[in-house]
């Protein structure tokens, strides 16, 4: 196959309702799960700036609000990583799979 049937090819499967679909569902996830974890990172430098008696409140011991909130980032990342696997193996790649299968076999049009 050369460049340009590559290319005609490529911009058929961008344009097919099913990559539509794909990127949204991809985008309805994403977007709302950045926007989240952004917040979440920001309130914790916004309180730690501006609520340093909060942050600095014992819970237990030794350890504050602040280290709970630091510790809660790391606990997010996992969670997100985590659920973002499982939806990309629930949803997204079969989609994808599917999308490529047709284009390898010339059938998306």
Sequence with gaps: MDAES????????????????????????VFPVTG??????FLYVLL???APGFMGEKVVGNINVG???GLL????????TAVY??????????????IRDDLEAGGLR
């Design 6 to 29: 590559r290319r005609a090819a490529f911009k058929t499967v961008q344009d097919s309702a099913e990559f539509q679909e794909l990127r949204s569902r991809y985008r309805r996830f």
């Design 85 to 98: 696997i499982r939806f990309a193996r629930e949803t997204l790649d079969p989609m994808s799979t599917k």
């Design 36 to 41: 989240g974890a952004l917040a979440f990172y």
């Design 73 to 80: 980032q790391f606990v997010m990342v996992f969670g997100i």
């Design 67 to 69: 280290l709970i909130f």
């Design 48 to 50: 730690a700036a501006y």
